[in-house]
Every structure is written in C-alpha cells, then in structure tokens.
C-alpha cells in the first residue's frame, strides 16, 4: 500500500502564496526600506522585526474575521508608528500612509528563484495548479500576475472569496473543486506548517512543507526545501 509521502498518484498541486511562491518577507523588508526614510526614521533590524509581529497579530484577527481587511492595516499602523516617534492620525490619514508603504511593497514583489521552472515542469506534465491563500482577493491576484504565474495556474482562491481562512477544511478542498480532482489526488505545499501541512491533511489533501529555512518542523519525508524539489516527489 502506498503511503501518503510516496504523494502518488497526483492530478493536482495547490500552493499557498506567501512565503511559498512569492517572497513576502524580502519584498516587505525592501518596502520598509524605501518607506521608513520618507517617515523620517532610519530602517533597523528590531523596526522590521515589530513590523512583522504586529503584521501577524492584525492579520490574523481579521483571518479570524473579527475585523475588516483595512482595519487590521490600520491597528497595524496605530501600533508601529508610535514605536517610530510618529503621530497616530484618524482612520483617513492612517489609509494615507498605509498606501506609502503598499506602493513600496508592490514594487518589491518578486517570486523566489525556483518558483517559475519548477512550475514550468508540473504544467509540462500535466499536473492542474491552483493557488490557495488568506489574503484580500485583488491584492492575491495582483500578486500572482506580477510574479508571472496567471497563465500558469487554474485560479486564485482567497480567504476572503470564501468567507472563511486556512485552517478550515473547506478551503483547501475549494481549490481541489476548482481544479477538478479529488483531495486525495491533490498536494498542497506551503511554507507554514501548521496551515499548509496539518490543516491540508485533515482536509483530506497530500502534503509539503516547503521549509526554506529549515526549521524541520516536518519529518524528511513530508518536507522540501527548495520547490526544485518538488517534481520529484511527485509521482502521475
């Protein structure tokens, strides 16, 4: 009997976004980068740390749907800009200055080096791809062309479309109707452990933990380092 790390056989990949495909953390510290000296303050290593944090805690409260997706934007700013010496202003004047650092952050997108030939090679083989992710849908979807994926995959599917956010089941099994297949017949690969490898298997999914950093949260065999990996853990 084949195990689920043999991941055989497979019709279907299912990437998370962030992290995964495109370089979320690079991307947000060059945008810090270019941002910050406009605010005049000096970029430093605890600013971008506590900007990642408050990131985290305000994102996933609006993941929770306790809030709206400007709102968890805004109490990330009336968190941050205090610890930089700055005014916290009204919701209008906080949007203002949350589009000062959207606009770097854009520019900075970029997808990781391994990301477009490892997914030239599932689509030469066949293999139907779709992209699963908690995030705003346009900004998603904006993401996925800028990397040059869109020709690529089947679709985009986002936490706000569905209402609900990874780690619920019926995401990752939306993507899986998206694209036609069974879960069964399906691999989702991410970078987040909890979200991308557990929560994918309870809902009936293969797995990958894409562990770039090698933290080793996955046993060897459910565990990648780099996508160039990938195609050869698959097997059609």
């Known amino acids: 009997m084949a195990s689920r790390d043999v991941l055989a056989p497979v019709r279907a990949v299912v990437f998370d976004l962030d992290d995964t495909l495109l370089d979320h953390r690079g991307s947000t510290t060059a945008a810090l980068a270019a941002w910050l000296p406009g605010l005049g303050v000096e970029p430093a290593p605890g600013l971008e740390q506590a900007w990642f944090d408050l990131e985290d805690e305000h994102f996933e409260s609006w993941r929770?749907?306790?809030?709206?997706?400007?709102?968890?934007?805004?109490?990330?700013?009336?968190?941050f800009l205090p610890l930089v010496g700055q005014a916290v202003g009204p919701d209008a004047e906080l949007d203002l200055v949350f589009v000062g650092y959207l606009e770097q952050y854009e520019r900075a997108w970029r997808p990781f080096d391994d990301v477009r030939p490892a997914v030239d090679d599932l689509v030469d083989r066949g293999i139907a791809l779709a992209v699963l992710t908690n995030g705003s849908t346009a900004q998603q979807t904006a993401k996925v062309a800028a990397i040059g994926l869109s020709d690529c995959v089947a679709g985009v599917v986002t936490a706000e479309q569905l209402g609900v956010a990874k780690p619920a089941p019926q995401t990752y099994r939306a993507a899986?109707?998206?694209?036609?297949?069974?879960?069964?017949?399906?691999?989702?690969?991410?970078?987040?452990?909890?979200?991308d490898v557990v929560a994918a298997r309870a809902a009936g999914l293969r797995a990958l933990h894409l562990d770039r950093h090698r933290r080793e949260e996955e046993a060897p065999a459910g565990r990648i380092t780099t996508l160039a990996e990938l195609s050869a853990r698959l097997e059609t």
Not at 64 to 70: A, V, Y
Not at 176 to 195: F, K, Q
């Open 64 to 79: 929770s749907g306790l809030i709206s997706f400007d709102e968890q934007r805004r109490r990330r700013l009336r968190d």
């Open 176 to 195: 899986c109707r998206l694209l036609s297949v069974a879960p069964a017949e399906t691999v989702h690969v991410g970078d987040r452990h909890d979200l």
